[in-house]
């Protein structure tokens, strides 16, 4: 029979044991050196393809700690297990916020269920054809021995729960921090700038540059009230009912759409063009803001889409690189240093690529060494 998680409480009792697990120095939390020891290889496994596994031993260690009648190997609420329930939502709706807030140690999904194999299964299952055999494996003895010990009262799921997370804790954060140096010429940044958007890294880049350059835009404009919303590019637009790429809400409440912005990082259709202006109108917008990073997939198509602009009931703007770096010339020194930093904290809210965290902190503190004072 299938159980019910109310997420809004399994997050405080994640939060509440990561708090607890993070503000002592205390390891082991069980006693039994095999479920450590399966524990700690999952957690900081380095092969490609298991960090699902880390979400999944996160989101079911949790799930059990939260309710004991859950069982430790569901994925899926149609599960035939007695005690199935719906991991790969627990996953998004918790796990990959709190994940968010203390340095994406996991991997930094938006959605581990995704075009993820093992999300496709019931449960876990010993016979389920995968390419990290040993980890999976590890993963479905360790949940195993979690559920039928803590079934039999050997074992405090809540005591795992926080073995998990001491794991967790001991893996390197992987969001981007740096040091903002006050003083950084125009001519430098934007020529740092150009340099870093030569690589696309799956256009994350693009939208963090303008979600920054319009984060720039409303602080020199005195409405540190605006919140910019920025979804991760790759997100398909079935799983998100988002306006756009970037959304600007009046609020931090999300009540009131003030823009919406679709930033594409890739040669411009008219089908592109067509989708924003029907994307606009479904959200009531008399205006939208479409960046064409890499102009138009010819100049025939550039024709079509500005037939389609003409003939659109909403306007529909597009902008170029160049007008975001002619901005950012408007916005001053105080405009541009606001822009350096939100660039780093919109690529670590939406989960970006390592690279594309990495070099910007790497563009920021080479800016930092060159705007330095000479020692005398």
Do not use: C
Not at 54 to 78: F, G, S
Not at 113 to 137: G, P
Not at 225 to 234: A, F, L, S
Not at 273 to 280: E, L, N, V
């Amino acid at each position: 029979m299938s159980k019910e998680i109310n997420h809004n409480e399994a997050e405080s009792l994640l939060r509440k044991t990561w708090d607890e697990v993070t503000s002592v120095d205390e390891s082991p939390y069980i006693e039994e050196y095999i479920l450590q020891q399966g524990i700690r290889q999952l957690i900081h496994a380095e092969k490609y393809g298991t960090r699902t596994f880390k979400y999944i031993l996160v989101t079911n260690v949790l799930a059990k700690a939260y309710n004991p009648d859950i069982h430790a190997l569901a994925l899926q609420d149609q599960s035939e297990l007695n005690g199935s329930f719906n991991s790969g939502g627990l996953a998004t709706d918790v796990v990959t916020d709190w994940e968010k807030d203390h340095g994406e140690r996991l991997g930094g999904s938006n959605e581990p269920r995704t075009n993820s194999v093992y999300y496709r299964q019931s449960e876990l299952n010993s016979d389920y054809e995968v390419r990290n055999k040993d980890e999976y494996e590890t993963l479905i003895r360790v949940l195993s021995d979690l559920d039928e010990q803590a079934n039999t009262g050997t074992l405090d799921p809540m005591a795992v729960l926080r073995q998990t997370l001491y794991e967790v804790s001991q893996l390197e954060p992987t969001t981007v921090e740096y040091t903002n140096p006050p003083e950084v010429p125009a001519v430098e940044l934007l020529n740092g700038l150009k340099s870093y958007l030569e690589t696309s890294g799956l256009g994350e880049r693009l939208a963090a540059v303008t979600a920054g350059v319009l984060d720039a835009q409303y602080f020199v404009a005195d409405k540190d009230e605006i919140y910019i919303k920025v979804d991760h590019v790759n997100v398909a637009d079935e799983n998100s009912n988002a306006a756009g790429d970037i959304e600007v809400f009046e609020t931090k409440a999300e009540v009131t759409l003030h823009q919406a912005i679709e930033v594409k990082d890739k040669p411009a259709t008219k089908a592109d063009i067509q989708h924003s202006i029907q994307t606009g109108r479904h959200h009531e917008l008399d205006e939208y803001l479409f960046v064409a990073g890499k102009g138009f997939k010819s100049d025939a198509e550039r024709q079509r889409a500005i037939a389609a602009i003409e003939d659109a009931e909403i306007e529909l703007i597009v902008l170029t690189r160049e007008d975001l770096f002619s901005s950012l010339k408007f916005q001053g020194r105080a405009g541009r240093r606001r822009f350096r930093e939100s660039v780093g904290g919109f690529l670590n809210d939406m989960r970006a690529q390592t690279d594309s965290k990495n070099d910007w902190k790497t563009l920021i503190e080479s800016l930092a060494e060159r705007s330095a004072p000479a020692d005398d």
